[in-house]
């Protein structure tokens, strides 16, 4: 069993081994996966972090002994890009980045010694109050949409919600199906607060989006870029158009509000 970390800001995974294929994740920078398959110039890996599995580009990767990685690393990147300086190069890394690569903020990945001078964002669920779930959520406004995204360079709704509570501790799967099967119920709209996740489906009735209620009439999500928008029982009415964009199937509570 061999293991690797992501060596770039931001790497594509696909669900093939070839730039044309799908980009179903990402990994960003100082990410550990497990390899499950190498070919040429691509290489099969299982994300350690939400066990999403894919392709990644193999010159983005580096081997590595997963002891030296926190997977879990509290510390994260808390600005919306942050310097780090590889070999003696400028490299910025996204914000929400997970620094557990990181010693002293002095990182070695083979013959490469990476600093981060950026600042860090010490998460817990202690801080999980309206003020900085607000605060962390609008860092992320006017980002594009970008299918598997998982950065302010380009975020899918699920993507999104992964990282936004990543910086309170909390761990989510990485689609919004899956963190729709996690928490505790909330039974009506008119009895969210802010934090909770509501859930919407398609025609089907499978969940297909998911977006981060700041109140029982409003929600942040990424549709198109990440937006602010209404909600009422029904679902979501995008505030630009009028038009009514998703439909509500339910919502979720991961941590209870911190109120000071």
């Not at 350690?48 to 580009?57: K, L, S, T, V």
């Not at 202690?126 to 003020?131: A, H, K, V």
């Not at 607060?193 to 509501?198: I, V």
Request: hydrophobic share 40%; with cysteine; aromatic share 10%.
């Amino acid at each position: 069993m061999s293991f690797v970390v992501c060596t770039v800001p931001v790497a594509p995974l696909r669900n093939e081994g070839t730039h044309r294929a799908e980009m179903v994740s990402q990994l960003l920078f100082g990410e550990l996966a497990e390899v499950l398959e190498e070919e040429k110039t691509f290489t099969r890996i299982r994300c350690a972090y939400d066990g999403y599995e894919g392709w990644c580009q193999s010159g983005q990767l580096a081997s590595i002994n997963p002891v030296h990685v926190d997977v879990y690393s509290n510390r994260l990147c808390a600005e919306w890009e942050n310097l780090a300086v590889a070999n003696g190069q400028p490299m910025h890394l996204p914000l929400g980045t997970g620094l557990g690569l990181f010693n002293n903020n002095i990182a070695h990945i083979g013959d490469s010694t990476i600093a981060y001078v950026g600042k860090v964002w010490e998460a817990s669920p202690e801080l999980f109050s309206e003020e900085h779930i607000r605060q962390k959520a609008i860092q992320f406004i006017n980002t594009p949409y970008l299918w598997g995204g998982r950065s302010v360079y380009g975020i899918d709704c699920s993507g999104y919600m992964q990282q936004l509570f990543r910086f309170f501790g909390i761990q989510l799967p990485r689609d919004a199906y899956q963190q729709a099967e996690k928490g505790e119920d909330v039974g009506f709209l008119a009895e969210a607060f802010c934090g909770d996740l509501a859930y919407f489906d398609n025609e089907d009735g499978r969940i297909t989006h998911v977006g981060l209620l700041f109140s029982p009439d409003t929600i942040i999500h990424a549709s198109g870029k990440v937006r602010i928008d209404s909600i009422d029982n029904a679902g979501i009415i995008n505030n630009d158009t009028g038009e009514r964009t998703h439909r509500l199937r339910l919502i979720k509570r991961y941590a209870e509000l911190i109120t000071e």
